[in-house]
């Protein structure tokens, strides 16, 4: 099995280093300027753009990081899910440490982890209140399309608080889920047949059938920053969530387990990958009295 894995992979990596190549590199001056980084889940900032949060501490930049979610649903069947809440934060806190995040720059809005979407305007108002008070050049959220409900809700806070902040600044959208399809990730086998087999096996497919990373991410994504100096300090960041990472207890399912291992390395290729979106024109801030008329 791992004779068959190694030239796989090396054609994976082969692909991405072909995609990448075609991406505008992202220089110096970009890596300056100041940013707001949204996560859906503690470990999103790490996965999608841990790299390019360390170029930029290294350039001077000051960089606010909000989690969106108390990722409290992960192994929610195996622990409690307000103990598990807590001991996420701990470990996004502890990761935004090791990228270089000051702790008075790191926020955490609490929403419930796989119900983002319901609280989509109350969240756009409180990012758009950080937008507004720090005046990032840019705005990292995953991409558009990343296919996981909170993932995709995130994209939507940020356009909307960019929106309702008045700002001029860029949507930088970096993939975590999207990466979860073929040739990226094995697919899953049906075997030992089963019901939960033939799914998994059908929703992967389908899956692949619908995204535009399976046929080529070449068009996708615009930019590409170069984290090969750094990807030992990513490596350390995303060892920070443990209950992401190691295997608390026998059955403890961790990252490693995705895609039979597969899924990782789609954030350690040497390069981070986004799709940029140019700064909407400035207008004047809205407020949520004017979205509501002028009622509290």
């Known amino acids: 099995m791992c004779a068959e894995r190694r030239p796989i992979e090396a054609v994976r990596q082969w692909r991405f280093d072909r995609i990448a190549r075609r991406c505008q590199p992202v220089g110096a001056a970009e890596l300056a300027r100041p940013a707001v980084v949204l996560a859906p889940h503690y470990d999103d900032e790490t996965l999608g753009c841990g790299g390019t949060i360390l170029l930029k501490r290294r350039h001077g930049a000051a960089v606010s990081l909000v989690f969106m979610t108390d990722g409290s649903t992960s192994h929610a069947a195996m622990t409690r899910p307000e103990l598990l809440a807590r001991v996420r934060r701990r ?20 929403y419930p982890d796989g119900r983002l979407h319901e609280f989509t305007a109350a969240a756009a108002e409180q990012v758009a209140e950080l937008l507004r008070d720090v005046r990032p050049a840019a705005i990292y959220a995953p991409w558009r399309s990343d296919g996981h409900p909170d993932h995709d809700a995130t994209f939507a806070i940020a356009v909307r608080a960019r929106e309702l902040a008045g700002i001029d600044a860029a949507t930088w959208e970096y993939p975590v ?73 026998p059955g403890w399912p961790v990252l490693a387990d995705v895609g039979g291992g597969t899924f990782l390395p789609c954030f350690f290729r040497g390069r981070e990958l986004f799709r940029q979106a140019a700064p909407a024109p400035s207008r004047p801030a809205i407020s949520q009295r004017s979205l509501t008329g002028g009622r509290a």
């Not at 806190?93 to 720059?105: F, T, V």
């Not at 992967?204 to 991410?217: D, E, G, I």
């Open 91 to 110: 470990e996004g806190r502890e990761a935004a440490r090791r990228l270089g995040i000051p702790a008075d720059d790191v926020t955490c809005l609490e």
């Open 177 to 249: 889920w999207a990466w979860n399809v073929w040739p990226w990730m094995r697919g899953p086998t049906p075997w030992p047949p089963s019901r939960a087999a033939a799914r998994d096996c059908a929703r992967f497919w389908a899956r692949t059938a619908r995204s535009s990373l399976a046929r080529s991410p070449g068009p996708v994504f615009t930019h590409a920053v170069d984290i090969r100096d750094v990807v030992a300090g990513k490596e350390a960041a995303l060892a920070a969530h443990r209950s992401q990472t190691s295997r608390l207890r």
